[in-house]
Protein backbone atom coordinates (compact mmCIF):
# COMPACT_ATOMS: atom_id res chain seq x y z
CA UNK A 1 0.00 0.00 0.00
CA UNK A 2 1.25 3.23 -1.01
CA UNK A 3 2.18 5.78 1.92
CA UNK A 4 -0.37 9.03 2.48
CA UNK A 5 1.51 11.50 3.23
CA UNK A 6 0.22 14.65 4.40
CA UNK A 7 1.30 16.40 0.91
CA UNK A 8 -0.97 14.10 -0.30
CA UNK A 9 -3.84 14.71 1.66
CA UNK A 10 -3.60 18.54 1.74
CA UNK A 11 -3.72 18.08 -2.32
CA UNK A 12 -6.88 16.20 -2.34
CA UNK A 13 -8.60 18.44 -0.10
CA UNK A 14 -8.19 21.64 -1.96
CA UNK A 15 -9.00 20.03 -4.85
CA UNK A 16 -12.17 18.27 -3.46
CA UNK A 17 -13.20 20.39 -0.44
CA UNK A 18 -13.47 17.01 1.76
CA UNK A 19 -12.40 16.84 4.89
CA UNK A 20 -9.22 15.58 6.07
CA UNK A 21 -10.31 12.50 7.46
CA UNK A 22 -12.41 11.80 4.15
CA UNK A 23 -9.50 12.63 1.98
CA UNK A 24 -7.11 10.43 4.77
CA UNK A 25 -9.49 7.53 4.27
CA UNK A 26 -9.86 7.74 0.38
CA UNK A 27 -6.15 7.81 -0.20
CA UNK A 28 -5.75 4.96 2.08
CA UNK A 29 -8.82 3.02 0.43
CA UNK A 30 -7.55 4.12 -3.32
CA UNK A 31 -3.75 3.24 -2.45
CA UNK A 32 -3.07 6.90 -2.94
CA UNK A 33 -3.84 7.81 -6.10
CA UNK A 34 -5.56 10.99 -6.43
CA UNK A 35 -8.27 10.61 -9.70
CA UNK A 36 -9.35 7.49 -7.51
CA UNK A 37 -9.59 9.05 -4.13
CA UNK A 38 -11.46 12.20 -5.69
CA UNK A 39 -14.07 9.45 -7.19
CA UNK A 40 -14.15 7.61 -3.82
CA UNK A 41 -15.19 10.91 -2.20
CA UNK A 42 -17.93 11.59 -5.26
CA UNK A 43 -19.00 8.27 -4.92
CA UNK A 44 -20.06 9.02 -1.05
CA UNK A 45 -21.32 12.36 -1.33
CA UNK A 46 -18.01 14.05 0.00
CA UNK A 47 -16.10 15.50 -2.91
CA UNK A 48 -17.84 19.06 -3.11
CA UNK A 49 -15.54 20.44 -5.71
CA UNK A 50 -14.67 18.48 -8.27
CA UNK A 51 -18.09 17.77 -10.15
CA UNK A 52 -18.73 21.86 -9.92
CA UNK A 53 -15.71 22.79 -11.50
CA UNK A 54 -16.73 22.43 -15.46
CA UNK A 55 -19.92 24.81 -14.94
CA UNK A 56 -19.95 28.40 -16.14
CA UNK A 57 -19.05 30.96 -13.72
CA UNK A 58 -19.57 34.41 -15.54
CA UNK A 59 -21.32 36.11 -12.08
CA UNK A 60 -20.17 37.07 -8.74
CA UNK A 61 -18.02 40.45 -7.74
CA UNK A 62 -15.72 43.00 -8.42
CA UNK A 63 -13.82 43.75 -5.36
CA UNK A 64 -11.21 46.72 -5.15
CA UNK A 65 -8.92 48.10 -2.05
CA UNK A 66 -6.35 50.57 -1.71
CA UNK A 67 -3.86 51.86 1.11
CA UNK A 68 -2.11 55.04 0.37
CA UNK A 69 -0.21 54.79 -2.35
CA UNK A 70 -1.23 51.21 -3.87
CA UNK A 71 -4.41 49.99 -5.12
CA UNK A 72 -6.13 46.58 -6.31
CA UNK A 73 -8.62 45.18 -8.18
CA UNK A 74 -10.19 42.01 -8.34
CA UNK A 75 -12.66 39.81 -10.25
CA UNK A 76 -14.12 36.38 -8.61
CA UNK A 77 -16.91 34.87 -10.47
CA UNK A 78 -19.54 32.68 -9.47
CA UNK A 79 -22.48 31.04 -11.44
CA UNK A 80 -25.39 32.79 -10.02
CA UNK A 81 -25.74 36.38 -9.09
CA UNK A 82 -27.33 35.10 -6.07
CA UNK A 83 -23.89 34.06 -4.54
CA UNK A 84 -23.03 37.83 -5.00
CA UNK A 85 -25.26 38.37 -1.81
CA UNK A 86 -24.18 35.52 0.31
CA UNK A 87 -22.68 37.15 2.99
CA UNK A 88 -19.50 34.86 3.37
CA UNK A 89 -18.57 35.30 -0.23
CA UNK A 90 -18.55 39.08 -0.07
CA UNK A 91 -16.18 38.63 2.92
CA UNK A 92 -14.06 36.48 0.61
CA UNK A 93 -14.04 39.21 -1.84
CA UNK A 94 -13.01 41.68 0.60
CA UNK A 95 -10.38 39.78 1.88
CA UNK A 96 -8.85 38.96 -1.53
CA UNK A 97 -8.73 42.04 -2.68
CA UNK A 98 -6.77 43.59 0.62
CA UNK A 99 -4.49 40.41 0.37
CA UNK A 100 -3.76 41.73 -2.98
CA UNK A 101 -2.38 45.11 -2.07
CA UNK A 102 0.26 43.25 -0.54
CA UNK A 103 1.07 40.50 -3.05
CA UNK A 104 3.05 40.86 -6.50
CA UNK A 105 0.15 41.74 -8.59
CA UNK A 106 0.35 37.88 -9.84
CA UNK A 107 -2.68 35.64 -9.36
CA UNK A 108 -0.14 32.45 -9.00
CA UNK A 109 1.30 33.85 -5.84
CA UNK A 110 -1.75 34.95 -4.38
CA UNK A 111 -3.13 32.01 -4.18
CA UNK A 112 -0.74 30.59 -2.15
CA UNK A 113 -1.27 33.38 -0.06
CA UNK A 114 -2.65 32.93 3.47
CA UNK A 115 -6.21 34.04 3.42
CA UNK A 116 -6.75 36.38 6.75
CA UNK A 117 -8.28 34.55 9.68
CA UNK A 118 -8.68 31.31 8.33
CA UNK A 119 -5.01 29.32 8.40
CA UNK A 120 -6.03 28.14 4.99
CA UNK A 121 -3.90 29.30 1.63
CA UNK A 122 -6.24 31.52 -0.84
CA UNK A 123 -7.24 28.38 -2.97
CA UNK A 124 -8.17 25.87 -0.32
CA UNK A 125 -10.52 29.06 0.93
CA UNK A 126 -12.16 29.12 -1.92
CA UNK A 127 -12.56 25.15 -2.20
CA UNK A 128 -14.10 25.64 1.22
CA UNK A 129 -16.70 28.08 -0.20
CA UNK A 130 -17.10 25.90 -2.72
CA UNK A 131 -18.05 23.35 -0.48
CA UNK A 132 -20.54 25.46 1.38
CA UNK A 133 -22.49 28.00 -1.18
CA UNK A 134 -22.47 24.92 -3.66
CA UNK A 135 -21.50 26.44 -6.50
CA UNK A 136 -18.74 26.46 -9.00
CA UNK A 137 -16.07 29.70 -7.53
CA UNK A 138 -13.68 30.86 -10.03
CA UNK A 139 -10.40 33.38 -8.91
CA UNK A 140 -10.58 35.00 -12.69
CA UNK A 141 -8.23 38.41 -12.19
CA UNK A 142 -6.29 41.00 -10.15
CA UNK A 143 -4.57 44.03 -11.11
CA UNK A 144 -2.38 45.90 -8.30
CA UNK A 145 -1.00 49.59 -8.72
CA UNK A 146 1.63 50.66 -7.12
CA UNK A 147 3.06 54.10 -7.04
CA UNK A 148 6.13 55.98 -4.88
CA UNK A 149 4.59 59.50 -4.33
CA UNK A 150 0.94 59.98 -4.64
CA UNK A 151 -1.71 57.60 -3.86
CA UNK A 152 -4.46 55.36 -5.34
CA UNK A 153 -8.27 55.90 -5.43
CA UNK A 154 -10.93 54.05 -6.01
CA UNK A 155 -14.71 53.67 -7.09
CA UNK A 156 -17.22 50.98 -7.13
CA UNK A 157 -20.53 51.25 -9.15
CA UNK A 158 -23.69 49.36 -8.34
CA UNK A 159 -22.05 48.49 -5.02
CA UNK A 160 -23.25 45.87 -2.54
CA UNK A 161 -21.02 46.55 0.11
CA UNK A 162 -17.68 48.82 0.90
CA UNK A 163 -15.37 47.94 -1.46
CA UNK A 164 -17.88 45.57 -3.73
CA UNK A 165 -20.44 45.13 -6.72
CA UNK A 166 -20.23 44.74 -10.23
CA UNK A 167 -17.75 47.65 -11.89
CA UNK A 168 -14.61 48.42 -10.02
CA UNK A 169 -12.06 51.16 -10.64
CA UNK A 170 -8.80 51.71 -9.26
CA UNK A 171 -6.52 54.98 -10.19
CA UNK A 172 -2.95 56.38 -9.48
CA UNK A 173 -2.08 59.54 -9.16
CA UNK A 174 1.42 60.17 -9.02
CA UNK A 175 1.93 63.87 -6.93
CA UNK A 176 4.23 65.40 -4.27
CA UNK A 177 0.24 66.63 -2.98
CA UNK A 178 -1.17 64.54 0.20
CA UNK A 179 -3.87 61.88 -0.50
CA UNK A 180 -6.65 64.46 1.09
CA UNK A 181 -5.54 66.95 -1.60
CA UNK A 182 -5.82 64.51 -4.25
CA UNK A 183 -9.24 62.72 -3.08
CA UNK A 184 -11.39 64.84 -4.78
CA UNK A 185 -9.65 64.82 -8.43
CA UNK A 186 -8.75 61.04 -7.67
CA UNK A 187 -12.61 59.92 -7.47
CA UNK A 188 -13.97 62.14 -9.87
CA UNK A 189 -11.33 60.56 -12.39
CA UNK A 190 -12.41 56.94 -10.90
CA UNK A 191 -16.08 57.60 -11.80
CA UNK A 192 -15.32 58.95 -15.14
CA UNK A 193 -13.47 56.00 -16.22
CA UNK A 194 -16.04 53.84 -14.84
CA UNK A 195 -18.78 55.63 -16.98
CA UNK A 196 -16.12 56.45 -20.06
CA UNK A 197 -14.74 53.27 -20.50
CA UNK A 198 -11.05 54.39 -21.58
CA UNK A 199 -8.65 51.15 -23.04
CA UNK A 200 -5.36 53.37 -22.85
CA UNK A 201 -4.22 55.84 -20.17
CA UNK A 202 -2.83 58.02 -23.59
CA UNK A 203 -2.22 57.84 -27.08
CA UNK A 204 1.43 56.36 -26.50
CA UNK A 205 0.10 53.67 -24.79
CA UNK A 206 -1.98 52.60 -27.52
CA UNK A 207 -0.40 49.75 -29.75
CA UNK A 208 1.19 49.86 -32.97
CA UNK A 209 -1.10 47.02 -34.22
CA UNK A 210 -4.32 49.01 -32.86
CA UNK A 211 -3.57 52.12 -34.79
CA UNK A 212 -2.24 50.18 -38.01
CA UNK A 213 -5.69 48.11 -37.56
CA UNK A 214 -7.86 52.09 -37.16
CA UNK A 215 -5.78 53.71 -39.55
CA UNK A 216 -6.27 51.03 -42.02
CA UNK A 217 -10.19 51.34 -41.58
CA UNK A 218 -10.61 54.42 -41.72
CA UNK A 219 -8.69 55.44 -45.18
CA UNK A 220 -11.22 52.68 -47.05
CA UNK A 221 -13.82 54.70 -45.36
CA UNK A 222 -12.39 57.57 -46.74
CA UNK A 223 -11.33 56.38 -49.80
CA UNK A 224 -15.54 55.68 -50.33
CA UNK A 225 -15.54 59.73 -50.79
CA UNK A 226 -13.13 59.50 -54.42
CA UNK A 227 -10.90 62.71 -52.52
CA UNK A 228 -7.36 62.50 -53.77
CA UNK A 229 -5.07 60.64 -51.57
CA UNK A 230 -3.44 63.81 -50.12
CA UNK A 231 -7.04 64.88 -48.67
CA UNK A 232 -7.24 61.19 -47.69
CA UNK A 233 -4.61 61.30 -45.68
CA UNK A 234 -5.40 64.67 -43.81
CA UNK A 235 -8.70 63.35 -43.41
CA UNK A 236 -7.54 59.87 -41.11
CA UNK A 237 -5.42 61.83 -39.18
CA UNK A 238 -8.73 63.58 -38.30
CA UNK A 239 -10.97 60.64 -37.79
CA UNK A 240 -7.56 59.32 -35.77
CA UNK A 241 -7.83 61.81 -33.25
CA UNK A 242 -11.49 61.29 -32.80
CA UNK A 243 -10.47 57.36 -32.51
CA UNK A 244 -8.46 58.72 -29.48
CA UNK A 245 -10.67 60.69 -27.96
CA UNK A 246 -12.63 57.50 -27.43
CA UNK A 247 -10.81 54.99 -26.00
CA UNK A 248 -7.21 56.88 -24.70
CA UNK A 249 -8.15 58.48 -20.73
CA UNK A 250 -6.20 61.78 -21.52
CA UNK A 251 -7.91 62.53 -24.31
CA UNK A 252 -11.28 61.91 -23.20
CA UNK A 253 -13.62 64.60 -22.96
CA UNK A 254 -14.26 64.57 -18.99
CA UNK A 255 -18.36 63.34 -18.11
CA UNK A 256 -19.15 65.56 -15.32
CA UNK A 257 -18.60 69.27 -17.37
CA UNK A 258 -18.41 67.54 -21.04
CA UNK A 259 -16.15 69.87 -22.59
CA UNK A 260 -12.63 69.79 -20.93
CA UNK A 261 -9.98 66.50 -22.23
CA UNK A 262 -9.10 64.78 -19.22
CA UNK A 263 -5.35 65.50 -19.43
CA UNK A 264 -6.67 69.53 -18.75
CA UNK A 265 -8.83 68.62 -15.70
CA UNK A 266 -4.81 66.94 -14.38
CA UNK A 267 -3.42 70.10 -15.25
CA UNK A 268 -5.65 72.31 -13.75
CA UNK A 269 -6.20 70.09 -10.50
CA UNK A 270 -2.39 70.62 -10.52
CA UNK A 271 -2.09 74.36 -10.71
CA UNK A 272 -5.44 74.64 -8.17
CA UNK A 273 -2.94 72.60 -5.64
CA UNK A 274 0.14 74.00 -6.37
CA UNK A 275 2.25 71.07 -7.53
CA UNK A 276 1.70 68.75 -10.77
CA UNK A 277 -0.12 65.48 -10.72
CA UNK A 278 0.53 62.88 -13.21
CA UNK A 279 -1.82 60.06 -13.92
CA UNK A 280 0.50 57.23 -13.50
CA UNK A 281 -2.24 53.86 -14.38
CA UNK A 282 -5.91 52.76 -13.87
CA UNK A 283 -8.09 49.65 -14.19
CA UNK A 284 -11.55 48.68 -14.50
CA UNK A 285 -13.07 45.44 -14.17
CA UNK A 286 -16.71 44.72 -15.08
CA UNK A 287 -18.12 42.01 -13.80
CA UNK A 288 -17.93 38.80 -16.73
CA UNK A 289 -17.02 40.94 -19.60
CA UNK A 290 -15.24 38.41 -22.13
CA UNK A 291 -16.79 35.27 -20.60
CA UNK A 292 -18.41 33.35 -23.47
CA UNK A 293 -21.53 32.24 -20.84
CA UNK A 294 -22.96 29.90 -23.71
CA UNK A 295 -21.39 26.08 -23.12
CA UNK A 296 -22.90 24.35 -26.35
CA UNK A 297 -24.85 21.12 -24.75
CA UNK A 298 -23.26 18.93 -27.76
CA UNK A 299 -25.71 15.89 -26.36
CA UNK A 300 -28.80 17.97 -27.12
CA UNK A 301 -27.74 19.52 -30.48
CA UNK A 302 -27.22 15.23 -32.01
CA UNK A 303 -30.08 14.66 -30.46
CA UNK A 304 -31.96 17.38 -32.28
CA UNK A 305 -30.10 16.25 -35.76
CA UNK A 306 -31.02 12.78 -35.17
CA UNK A 307 -35.17 13.68 -35.11
CA UNK A 308 -34.65 15.59 -38.10
Known sequence: MAEVTA??????????????MDCKRALGDSDGDIEAAVDWLRKKGLAAAANKAGRVAAEGLIGVA??????????????TDFVARNKEFQAFVTGFSELALDG??????????????????????LTHLIATIGENLVLRRLQRLAIREGAVFSYVHNALGPGIGRIGVIVALASRASADQLADLGKQLAMHIAAATPLYLDVASV????????????????????????????????????FYEEVVLLEQIFVIDQKTRISGVVEQAGKSIGTPIRVAGFARFALGEGIDRHRPDFAAEVAAQLKS
Not at 10 to 15: V, Y
Not at 107 to 119: D, I, K, N, T
Not at 217 to 234: F, H, N, T
Open 66 to 79: TRGPVGAVVEVNSE
Open 207 to 242: PQTARDRERGVLREQARASGKPDEIIEKMVDGRLRK
Open 7 to 20: ALVKELREKTGAGM
Open 104 to 125: DGEMASLREAVFPSSGRRVEAQ
